[in-house]
Structure formats: C-alpha cells, structure tokens
C-alpha cells in the first residue's frame, strides 16, 4: 500500500461486550419452538375444518 497515513486516531478500550444483544439472533429452546408449532398446527386444522364445514352448507344451501 502505497500511501502514507497524514493522521492518526488512538481508541483506548476499557470495556468490550462481545455479547450485545444488537447483534445476536434469539435462541429459542427446541421444545419451545415444537410447542408454538404444534400450536399453529392445531389451529390450521381447525380452520381448515371450519371452512370444509362452511363450503358444505353453503353448497346445500345452494342446491335448494
């Protein structure tokens, strides 16, 4: 590198956090993630079930 520094600024650290939150994903515990999407799951079922339950009346509701 050919160029030669005109300035120069000094930085004393007196403290360093490697672990700032900022910059570190979330951990989530495996069982809890298990949970949530066995949650999610149920509720699919459900609704998928509720709209199979509203498309068979309103069929019927339209052969009549």
């Known amino acids: 590198y050919k160029a ?5 600024i000094l930085f004393t650290v007196s403290a360093w ?3 700032c939150p ?6 989530f515990e495996a069982a809890d993630v298990a949970a949530a999407l066995a ?8 609704l998928e079930q509720e709209i199979a339950r509203l ?3 309103s069929s019927a509701t339209f052969k009549e």
């Open 22 to 27: 900022q910059h570190i994903p979330q951990r």
């Open 17 to 19: 956090d490697s672990n």
């Open 39 to 46: 949650e999610r799951d149920k509720r699919i079922e459900r």
């Open 55 to 57: 498309r068979s009346a």
């Open 4 to 8: 030669r520094p005109e300035q120069i």
